[in-house]
Nanobody, 125 residues
Framework: QVQLVESGGGLVQAGGSLRLSCAAS????????MGWFRQAPGKEREFVAC????????YYADSVKGRFTISRDNAKNTVYLQMNSLKPEDTAVYYC??????????????????WGKGTLVTVSS
């Protein structure tokens, strides 16, 4: 069992930055690939980024490539999402997910093993 708790969301102006954190419980954190998804009001949950268990491989949605960076610290059981050059269309609830998938590519939300409860990011224009 893995429990995930996101933090770091908030209100930021367009062009600003935020760093999200996802703290995981359990000693098996390092065996999971980790990812971030987001869900805007009235829209489906969409993939944002993912990272392999070792941190050696990452993958990003085209909409965030070059602006967002995913990283992890297995010693701290934490995964991060650094978000720069934020746009109003980045406004959403951001969810952390853990997966036993080995492919580091655009993930389907149905393939995740564990989810956090989300943290709200609001980008004002």
């Amino acid at each position: 069992q893995v429990q995930l708790v996101e933090s770091g969301g908030g209100l930021v102006q367009a062009g600003g930055s935020l760093r999200l954190s996802c703290a995981a419980s359990g000693r098996t954190f390092s065996t999971y690939a980790m990812g971030w998804f987001r869900q805007a009001p009235g829209k489906e949950r969409e993939f944002v980024a993912c990272i392999s268990w070792s941190g050696g491989s990452t993958y990003y949605a085209d909409s965030v490539k070059g602006r967002f960076t995913i990283s992890r610290d297995n010693a701290k059981n934490t995964v991060y999402l650094q978000m720069n050059s934020l746009k109003p269309e980045d406004t959403a609830v951001y969810y952390c997910a853990a997966s036993r998938l080995r492919a580091i590519t655009a993930w389907d939300s149905n393939d995740m093993n564990y989810w956090g409860k989300g943290t709200l990011v609001t980008v004002s224009s």
